[in-house]
T-cell receptor, first 114, second 112 residues
Framework: ETGVTQSPTHLIKTRGQQVTLRCSSQ?????VSWYQQALGQGPQFIFQ???????GRGNFPPRFSGLQFPNYSSELNVNALELDDSALYLC?????????????FGEGSRLTVL | GQNIDQPTEMTATEGAIVQINCTYQ??????LFWYQQHAGEAPTFLSY????GLEEKGRFSSFLSRSKGYSYLLLKELQMKDSASYLC?????????????FGRGTSLIVHP
């Protein structure tokens, strides 16, 4: 069983640039959720995708957007980067057998905005 | 995470017992999750409570009181490797899917 994988693991961008983060969900999972985790904080919900449709969105501006593909992998896009976007971005898949709502996290993509 | 409250930091001694409390808003409740996150790593699932009472799983137990909007995670026989952040999350639903919303986490430091 392949776990959740994310790429890239680390990246550095400058203000105003755009970034795309990628996530492959665990096999058998049809739901992908994205979270932003600042240092010393809990993960903050960005949005969730279920069968290629956005299924819920947290309090993030429209410059945060996403996609889910037919194989249930997903992308997170952030436009017009700001310094406060520096954080660990976590992807989590769910929807397989087991506890409803249990999230399986990837190792995250650490974004630094200069 | 604004609906969830948990202590920021706790310290305990190796071999002891520690209880990490979490309170949440009861409206729209659909279960309470606990996750463990070691520094620099991804969170991993520990437990899920949807009914009142205590769920025991080895050294870790989780308790829920729905009427009080209260949960705790109990860690027994503490080991150094238990030093981590413990995240409480409530399971809101949207379109039939669960969307766990996390608190800021409790950083547990276990010392010899």
């Amino acid at each position: 069983e392949t776990g959740v994988t994310q790429s890239p693991t680390h990246l550095i961008k400058t203000r105003g640039q755009q970034v795309t983060l990628r996530c492959s969900s665990q096999s058998g999972h049809n739901t992908v959720s994205w979270y932003q985790q600042a240092l010393g904080q809990g993960p903050q919900f960005i949005f969730q995708y279920y069968r290629e449709e956005e299924n819920g969105r947290g309090n993030f501006p429209p410059r945060f957007s996403g996609l889910q593909f037919p194989n249930y992998s997903s992308e997170l896009n952030v436009n017009a980067l700001e310094l406060d976007d520096s954080a660990l971005y976590l992807c989590a898949s769910s929807g397989g057998q087991g506890v409803a709502g249990e999230l399986f996290f990837g190792e995250g993509s650490r974004l630094t905005v200069l | 995470g604004q609906n969830i409250d948990q202590p920021t930091e706790m310290t305990a001694t190796e071999g002891a017992i520690v209880q990490i409390n979490c309170t949440y808003q009861t409206s729209g409740f659909n279960g309470l999750f606990w996750y463990q996150q070691h520094a620099g790593e991804a969170p991993t699932f520990l437990s899920y409570n949807v009914l009142d009472g205590l769920e025991e799983k080895g050294r870790f137990s989780s308790f829920l009181s729905r009427s009080k909007g209260y949960s705790y995670l109990l860690l027994k026989e503490l080991q150094m490797k238990d030093s981590a952040s413990y995240l409480c999350a409530d399971g809101l639903t949207s379109g039939g899917s669960y969307i766990p919303t996390f608190g800021r986490g409790t950083s547990l430091i276990v010392h010899p």
